[in-house]
């Protein structure tokens, strides 16, 4: 894994506010780098550098086995989620639709440096 790959998918990543989400492929697409499988390896590999719970499957479920560590970042932070976490955290997606983030100006031109960087 490139050092400045994974950089990238990082700092992306803290981008990301209380609340909402990307999916792995968001972050490739932001980045016009990789895939959601290359952002996910980043993320599997340095993700406890970073919020990871904001960063998850298109279809909105949770990181496998931290289910219930997400679910109560995400009732505190006010994510919208579909369902209730059961005993092993299993019932619950976030809400994709509603709980996707999308870059503001000031994001747009880090991430434009941020795919510079890349090239």
Do not use: F, N
């Amino acid at each position: 894994m490139r050092r400045d790959y994974a950089d990238a998918v990082l700092a992306v990543a803290d981008l990301i506010p209380p609340g909402r989400v990307l999916s792995y492929g968001d972050i490739a697409e932001l980045l016009d780098a990789g895939g959601p499988r290359q952002v996910g390896a980043v993320m599997s590999a340095r993700g406890s550098e970073v919020c990871w719970w904001r960063v998850l499957r298109s279809s909105g479920q949770p990181l496998r086995y931290h289910e219930v560590r997400a679910w109560e970042h995400y009732r505190q932070e006010g994510t919208p989620v579909r369902g209730t976490a059961d005993d092993d955290g299993a019932g619950y997606r976030v809400r994709m639709d509603s709980a996707r983030w999308q870059p503001g100006e000031a994001e747009w031109k880090l991430l434009d440096s941020l795919r510079g960087g890349l090239r």
